[in-house]
């Protein structure tokens, strides 16, 4: 995907706040959809915060880890080499617990920390770039679950898999 300009990301991303889950289960489950039988191919079917931790483990498996893999590798295919679930969830799949955000992932600025996200796009504009319109919608869309935008503040981004810097 092509994007002339990163700045209304970056400036998106400032916003980006962490959100527990239960914040996010009402959200998403706001918009009343016909309950109909979820076709297997329909990621957006998914009931994502209501699924059994087995069942979670299971789609993860089967869906987020070779679909991310492929984002992942197409990106840079050499520093992703080796992709698993490690590569997300650090230490969480190892101790089984897969808990997130994953605080080894490299910290991110404070959500209101303007100056550090403009630093950071400017420092990493391809891993910003990428993980702001690939990493981000894609999780967000095979997960279910509504995407972070100026207008669901409520949604996935990129502090569900990424921990906070201490604030300055
Ligand atoms: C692309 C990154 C990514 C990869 C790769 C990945 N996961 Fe996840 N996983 C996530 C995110 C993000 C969440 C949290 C979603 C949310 O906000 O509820 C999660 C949540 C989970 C949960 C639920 C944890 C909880 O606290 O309820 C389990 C279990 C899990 N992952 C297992 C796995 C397994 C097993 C693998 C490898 C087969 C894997 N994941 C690979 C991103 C990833
Ligand atoms: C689904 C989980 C997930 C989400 C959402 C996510 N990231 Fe990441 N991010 C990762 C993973 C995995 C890596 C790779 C870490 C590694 O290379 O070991 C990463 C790496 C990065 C890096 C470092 C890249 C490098 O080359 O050093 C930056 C910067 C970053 N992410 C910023 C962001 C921003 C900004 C957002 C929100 C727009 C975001 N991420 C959303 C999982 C995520």
């Known amino acids: 995907m092509k994007i002339t300009s990163v700045l209304p990301f970056a400036l998106g991303a400032l916003v980006c706040v962490s959100l527990s889950s239960s914040a996010r289960a009402a959200d998403a489950g706001a918009p009343a959809q016909a309950p109909t039988a979820p076709a297997a191919t329909d990621a957006k079917k998914i009931d ?10 299971k789609y993860m498996k089967t869906t987020v880890l070779p679909e991310m893999k492929k984002a992942f590798q197409a990106y840079d295919a050499k520093t992703y080499k ?6 997300c969830h650090g230490d969480g799949a190892t ?13 991110l600025p404070q959500p209101t920390d303007r100056a550090g996200f403009m630093a950071l796009q400017q420092k990493k504009p391809d891993a910003v770039k990428f993980m702001g319109t690939v990493v981000k919608p894609k999780v967000a869309e095979l997960l279910g679950l509504p995407e972070w935008s100026p207008q669901n503040t409520n949604g996935f981004g990129c502090y569900q898999c990424h921990t906070q810097e201490a604030s300055k």
């Open 48 to 57: 994502w915060e209501n699924m059994t931790e087995a069942a979670k483990k």
């Open 82 to 87: 080796k992709f698993n679930c490690a590569t």
């Open 95 to 107: 101790d089984g617990k897969f808990k997130m955000p994953n605080p080894k992932l490299p910290k």
